[in-house]
């Protein structure tokens, strides 16, 4: 799975839970509608667990613009958040685990949750097949009387 279809479904998933809340990108900094949600997936660890698989840590950054400040929809919509993901969402055919599920505030004012979650998947490593298709075999057997 790559990152740009793991986030993809991330997005299709809060969306069914969020129909009326946009979702952005954090490179957007200007004309933005509220309420809305600015995401960012970042990769922690991608490295290789053995010849054939890959383990994947990554952070999602779920940064939540309410259209007025409301302390307990703020709390609501965090509490949705940590229900959807669970212990693991699935995404397409992939089980993906959430091993972690924080929040705090940012902003000037310190009035803009900003909710991490963190996830961990193993990808298979394809290798390709350079060397050529045996065509024949020759078999030798030898029995041995006792």
Do not use: C
Request: no cysteine; net charge negative; charged share 25%.
């Amino acid at each position: 799975m790559t990152l740009k279809e793991l986030k993809s479904g991330i997005v299709t998933l809060i969306k069914s839970e969020f129909p009326k809340i946009t979702i952005y990108s954090m490179a957007v900094v200007e004309n933005y509608k509220r309420p809305s949600f600015f995401m960012q997936l970042k990769p922690n660890i991608m490295e290789p667990a053995n010849y054939n698989s890959r383990q994947n840590q990554a952070t999602l950054y779920i940064d939540y613009f309410q259209k007025v400040i409301d302390e307990g929809d703020m709390l609501d919509v965090i509490e949705r958040l940590r229900d959807l993901f669970g212990l693991s969402i699935t995404i397409g055919s992939r089980a993906i685990d959430v091993t972690g599920f924080n929040y705090d505030f940012i902003g000037t004012d310190r009035n803009i949750p900003e909710i991490s979650i963190d996830l961990e998947w193993f990808d298979r490593i394809d290798h390709p097949v350079t060397e050529p298709l045996m065509e024949t075999m020759a078999l030798n057997e030898e029995l041995e009387e006792e």
